[in-house]
């Protein structure tokens, strides 16, 4: 007996991924249409639809997907080399634009213009990281560094490290914050 696979031909235009994402935009695209767009075909054994959401079950959605490895990918039955490559500069793609800062000098104003700017970088870190800001006499940034990292659950820090920091870049002050990887808190970071 001769099974078929469900191709995108079979597929109403309307309800193609492509067509959708033309028609209504990318935020209206689910995850799986997403993934299905980035891999462009299935095999012929399984069709594109079937091969994103084997992705999506192996990492559980996208929960783990952000971590992924090219083994790990091409582990998954229907994704070679190629398609893992693709997938894996997509999510490096979404971790730089998540962790861009634009170009000029970033003032501070607030505690949450601090958390916002090392937010992205450190959300998703396995590790504590201590890291401070250090700031010129306008609130600027002028200097950011990763002053130790410890680990799951602990950071130790000499205060001696953070201020010769300091007084090298002639900060006029500094902001220090660490995550929390256990989830603690409730924004993943504490200035």
């Known amino acids: 007996m001769k099974t078929s ?3 995108m031909k079979s ?3 309307e309800d193609r991924p492509r067509e959708r994402l033309l028609k209504h935009g990318a935020s209206h695209l689910s995850n799986q249409e997403i993934l ?4 462009g075909s ?3 054994q399984d069709s594109v639809n079937v091969l994103s959401n084997r992705i999506l079950m192996h990492f ?3 929960k783990l997907l952000r971590d992924a490895t090219i083994e790990e990918l091409i582990a998954i039955k229907g994704i070679g080399t190629a398609k893992g490559l693709i997938i894996l500069a ?3 793609l979404g971790k730089r634009l998540n962790a861009y800062k634009p170009d000029g000098p970033y003032v501070i104003r607030s505690p949450e213009d601090g958390a916002n700017y090392v937010m992205e970088e450190m959300r ?3 590790q504590e990281h201590f890291v401070v800001l250090f700031l010129n006499t306008k609130n600027q940034i002028i200097h950011y560094q990763t002053v130790f990292i410890g680990s799951l659950n602990a950071s130790i820090v000499h205060p001696r490290e953070v201020f010769k920091e300091a007084v090298k870049r002639s900060a006029a002050s500094l902001i220090v914050a660490h995550n929390h990887p256990s989830g603690v808190r409730l924004q993943g970071v504490s200035i």
Request: aromatic fraction near 4%; charged fraction near 20%.
């Open 5 to 7: 696979v469900l191709t």
């Open 11 to 13: 597929v109403p235009k």
């Open 36 to 39: 299905s767009i980035l891999i």
């Open 42 to 44: 299935g095999t012929k």
């Open 60 to 62: 559980e959605g996208m």
């Open 90 to 92: 997509a999510i490096e």
């Open 124 to 126: 998703y870190l396995s």
